[in-house]
């Protein structure tokens, strides 16, 4: 496959998920109260799966970028994945299991992954330098840029907040049914 159409795809996938995020935040806080809320209970009853489509979606990507492409992930990068790939197996063993008990620990982890992820974001787009950067591999390097903002460091930041709001919405949308 073409790297640029791959990177053009995750790069719009990206986008989409920027909108989605920009219009459901708001919906959320207007919207919180409502149990028969449709959108709210579809995200709810579908969270986990969508969690994993999105956690899976981002390791193939990563995967693809550094192993088959031949990118070389920098120090932050791999922090990243370390609290991102096992979402692929917890949540898919949670929609195995039909378990959303799950949630908590898998937030937890998310949560974590997403600080370091807002920081990696914050090195690349201030150009600051970081005791993660090496000069063999740098934290600043651009392999990807869609839409003159989007990058691997933006779709992995992307990954971890689309994935907590779904996972949240099912949580807090359970424990208040």
Known sequence: MNTDFISFTLGFLVLLSHLFVLLII???????????????????????????????????????YSDIVGYDPCKLCWYQRIFLYPQVFILGLALYKKDKNIIPYSLFLLVIGFFVSV??????????????????????????????????????????VLIIILLANTYYFNKNK
């Open 26 to 64: 708001p919906y959320f806080l207007i919207n919180k109260n409502q149990k028969n809320n449709f959108i709210l209970g579809f995200l709810s009853r579908n969270g986990i799966l969508l969690g994993f489509i999105i956690s899976l979606t981002a390791m193939l990507g990563s995967l693809y």
């Open 119 to 160: 920081y990696h974001n914050f090195i690349y787009f201030t150009k600051t330098s970081s005791i993660f950067c090496t000069a063999f591999e740098s934290c600043l390097k651009r392999y990807v840029y869609e839409f003159d903002y989007i990058s691997i460091p933006v779709m992995a930041l992307t990954a971890y």
